[in-house]
Structures are given as structure tokens and as C-alpha cells.
């Protein structure tokens, strides 16, 4: 085998261990949230703050979301919001963003930048889950995008110097 193909099969090793990486993050968050009942409430105070720190401090959140691939599976990208507004009117909130990808399993590991920012449009709604016994849980999706849904953003990983990128 030559030199370059084994690079180049490590490269891929290293995209395919990230997504296990990721896709077991995004289980545990999600696991760990169900468990603790977070309220629709709860979430739209997040992104208020969220919000407030983007105007103020220009900060951006790590979040995690899934995307379809075909009919029967999703997979786990990772990327940056800029949390721009946060809109509610009647039982209906939205939350306006720009999102910086930062891992696809198509594209890998990618540097703010290297793709375009895209401005999405996020709603917050309750989801009923009748395999749990009529329970309810948060769910954040993106509008524009129906492939790309469940989002969860982190608040305790936010960074300042993407500003420049969001444009």
C-alpha cells in the first residue's frame, strides 16, 4: 500500500472515530435532558441569554444537531451558533442564528470558514413521546433545513473570535 493511501485511510479513521464521538455526545446530552425534564421554558431562557452574550460579547455556542443521510438514518454534525434573536408570538418561538459547520461526516473536520455561514431559523416546541407514557420533550429544529433537527447548543462552550466567519 502506498504512503499517500494509508494517509488517507487514517484521514478517514479519524472522521469516522469523530462521528462515533459525536453521535455518543448527542445521545448522553439528550439522555441527560430527558431525564431532567427541562421545560420549552427553560430552553427559551437559555437562548435569551444566549442572545444577550452574542450582542454583547459576540459569542458563539458549540451545538450539536442531527441530519438525515437518507430514509433511515441521521448522523451527528457539530458546529457554532451566533444566536441573532430570539422570537416569540403566541405559542410559537423562533430563534434566528447563524450557524458556522464546523463536522459533517461528508466534509469532516472542518475550520470556521471553510464553508460558508448559514442563517437558519430555529423553532422551540414541545414533542409528545408516546413510547414514554405521554411525555413530553423539548425539541429544537431548524425551518429552513427540515433535514437538520434536534439541536442541542451548549451554553457552557461558546467562544468570541468568529465574528469575522459569520458574514
Request: charge should be negative; hydrophobic fraction near 35%; aromatic fraction near 8%.
Amino acid at each position: 500500500m502506498m504512503a499517500s493511501q494509508r494517509i488517507n485511510d487514517y484521514r478517514q479513521w479519524l472522521v469516522f472515530q469523530r462521528q462515533e464521538q459525536l453521535s455518543r455526545e448527542h445521545q448522553g446530552i439528550s439522555q441527560r435532558l430527558e431525564d431532567a425534564r427541562v421545560t420549552p421554558n427553560q430552553v427559551i431562557q437559555a437562548y435569551r441569554s444566549m442572545a444577550d452574550k452574542a450582542a454583547t460579547e459576540g459569542a458563539c455556542y458549540r451545538t450539536l444537531f442531527l441530519r438525515e443521510s437518507d430514509e433511515t438514518s441521521a448522523l451527528v454534525c457539530e458546529g457554532w451558533l451566533f444566536i441573532r434573536r430570539v422570537l416569540s408570538e403566541g405559542n410559537t418561538t423562533r430563534v434566528r442564528a447563524t450557524l458556522l459547520e464546523t463536522f459533517t461526516l461528508d466534509d469532516g473536520i472542518l475550520s470556521p470558514g471553510d464553508k460558508p455561514a448559514r442563517k437558519v431559523t430555529l423553532e422551540i416546541f414541545e414533542k409528545l413521546d408516546i413510547n414514554k407514557g405521554m411525555r413530553t420533550d423539548v425539541r429544537v429544529d431548524c425551518l429552513e433545513t427540515p433535514e437538520d433537527y434536534h439541536f442541542i447548543t451548549l451554553m457552557d462552550v461558546a467562544r468570541g473570535d468568529l465574528r469575522p466567519h459569520l458574514k
